[in-house]
């Protein structure tokens, strides 16, 4: 069989064999295109600074700690950081003891919530949900359900999650033990989330009414409040939280 090579024109196709078979129907492709060197070198810097860009809003508070501390050190010796940093450890230390509810609501969860989304579920996002078939791919492209925050509680914590664009919420109820398994937490709760295409995924890490609750004091008879009467401690047992039973009209 004799070949002929000639030259293609732009936006010529091409016949490509893929098979053995000399009868077989050829498959035919578009040129590739050969991209000059001085774009891909453009186009994979503007790639690696918008992930930097990225990673700097993500991270915006310990970023500007770090730099803060760096300038510190770089302009008066680190001597002066080490000294802000104790004074700062003092101060959150005498915070917790003298009014622990205010330091765990604005420091403790704020803190275990961006360490549990940097290095827990951010981390592992992406191989979790692909073995959970979460994950779609279309035309060589993967898209993936993006994380829209976390908030980390005694006993469990939520994860608000975009969905794929035509996604359910049954989808990840079917695969709910997947996730359970995959970010090391006991049980996940999905329930809706705070807009259309949202949902809040519960991850709880033990069980809150493991321990027994101690009885309730019996208050005096001139004290009892008919309205509501405290019975017990819901699923989350937040502290100051109590079940109460209201007797209808």
Request: with cysteine; glycine share 8%; hydrophobic share 50%.
């Amino acid at each position: 069989m004799a070949w002929e090579f000639r030259k293609l024109s732009p936006g010529e196709n091409v016949a490509v064999e893929t098979q053995r078979d000399p009868f077989a129907a050829p498959k035919w492709a578009p040129p590739v295109w050969h991209m000059p060197e001085g774009l891909v070198l453009i186009v994979n810097t503007v790639r690696v600074l918008v992930r930097v860009l990225v990673f700097l809003v993500r991270n915006i508070v310990p970023v500007s700690i770090a730099a803060g501390l760096g300038w510190l050190g770089y302009r008066f010796g680190w001597t002066v950081p080490v000294l802000v940093l104790a004074l700062v450890l003092v101060i959150l230390g005498t915070w917790a003891a003298a009014d622990r509810p205010s330091f765990v609501r604005w420091v403790a969860r704020p803190v275990r919530s961006w360490w549990r989304l940097v290095f827990i579920y951010r981390r592992d996002w992406q191989p979790v949900l692909v073995t959970a078939g979460l994950t779609k791919v279309h035309k060589g492209r993967e898209y993936l359900p993006s994380l829209v925050r976390v908030r980390c509680g005694p006993t469990s914590d939520r994860v608000l999650v975009r969905m794929l664009k035509g996604q359910a919420p049954d989808a990840w109820e079917r695969v709910a033990a997947n996730l359970a398994h995959g970010f090391g937490a006991s049980l996940v709760r999905v329930r809706n989330g705070d807009r259309p295409g949202r949902i809040w995924l519960e991850f709880v890490r033990r069980d809150a009414l493991a321990i027994p609750i101690p009885a309730l004091p019996v208050p005096d008879a001139s004290d009892v409040d008919l309205r509501a009467l405290p019975v017990g401690r819901p699923k989350t047992a937040h502290p100051g939280c109590s079940g109460s039973w209201k007797p209808t009209s």
